[in-house]
């Protein structure tokens, strides 16, 4: 078998570096008495699980650059395994709860939505763990099937996942199986996925509505939606735009996985590097447009300079 390449372990430290410091970041603004938005505990969350799928991909690499091709452990294989799917899943979930809350915010008062408008953020926390036990329900099916290729080496017959195996050995009941995992696995997605471009066609239409009555109207303040929130509209709209950007590459990934049989160790290194991709990048976006967190930043590089030069003198 050949080595793991070293560029998914550089993204994998790149992203889990962002999403530490932007949710560090949100605690510091937290405890300094900022207001933060309705949104930022799903984006908390959703930070915590993109540290998941990069944490359960990081971990094998490392384990390869210092000449580890295997995880001994079937316990380690398995938890890894089961973290990555569900940190996925509930990043996903984040996404698609964050887009249509957003959605349902930004309507007008005159919309059928407007009674969302107040109930909706006491639903939030609810939401949001509702998710991750899903997504623990959904994805206990992992753990059963898969093993670690260390105890299995020797058995060329089962489907390679990179340095985890299946543990079925018959060919119709690996098919069954992998069959029932499927659409399992596909229906949240695929309604999720749904979800999201649903919502984002309508924070589309909603900005393009709004963009139309500031035009007519000379005071903007009198619109009915406030800069700030345009602007954590747009954020959240090219969060979701991302996602389903490098959504739709990684299944194409995951169908050709599950075509051929054994997958070449060419396409499970691309199918980890882009399944890394937007756990890496998404940080970085959501600190481009977050004011606050950039004033944050700026704070702490002047504290550092000036550190630094009381030292020197």
Not at 33 to 38: F, K, T
Not at 60 to 68: C, I, L, N
Not at 256 to 268: E, G, I, Q
Request: aromatic residues 10%; glycine residues 4%.
């Amino acid at each position: 078998m050949q080595p793991m390449p070293v560029v998914p372990l550089q993204t994998a430290v790149v992203g889990i570096l962002g999403n530490f410091s932007l949710l560090c970041s949100y605690i510091v603004l937290h405890f300094m008495g900022y207001r933060l938005r309705s949104t930022d505990l799903i984006l908390k969350h959703q930070i915590v699980a993109n540290s998941l799928v990069l944490l359960s991909k990081g971990v094998p690499h490392t384990m390869a650059v210092f000449g580890w091709k295997y995880i001994r452990s079937d316990v380690g294989c398995k938890l890894l395994f089961f973290l990555h799917r569900v940190g996925r899943g509930v990043s996903i979930s984040s996404i698609c709860l964050l887009s249509v809350f957003q959605v349902i915010m930004i309507s007008p008062w005159n919309s059928r939505w407007a009674v969302l408008k107040v109930t909706a953020p006491k639903y939030n926390v609810r939401s949001i763990f509702l998710c991750w036990i899903l997504q623990m329900l959904v994805n206990v099916i992992f753990p059963i099937y898969i093993n670690s290729k260390w105890s299995d080496r020797n058995n060329t017959s089962n489907k390679d996942f990179g340095y985890c195996s299946t543990i079925l050995t018959d060919q119709r009941s690996r098919k069954t199986i992998g069959a029932f995992c499927a659409a399992l696995l596909l229906l949240p997605d695929i309604l999720c996925l749904g979800l999201t471009l649903w919502a984002g066609g309508s924070m589309v239409l909603i900005l393009y509505r709004h963009k139309q009555q500031v035009q007519h109207i000379r005071r903007t303040d009198a619109s009915s939606m406030s800069s700030p929130e345009s602007r954590a509209t747009k954020s959240i709209l090219l969060l979701g735009s991302t996602f389903v950007y490098f959504y739709i590459l990684s299944s194409i990934c995951q169908v050709l996985l599950a075509l051929f049989d054994p997958p070449s160790r060419f396409l499970l290194d691309i199918t980890i590097i882009i399944a890394a991709c937007f756990p890496t990048v998404s940080p970085f976006l959501l600190i481009s447009h977050n004011s606050s967190v950039q004033r944050l930043y700026f704070a702490w590089i002047r504290n550092a300079r000036s550190s630094t030069i009381m030292r020197k003198v």
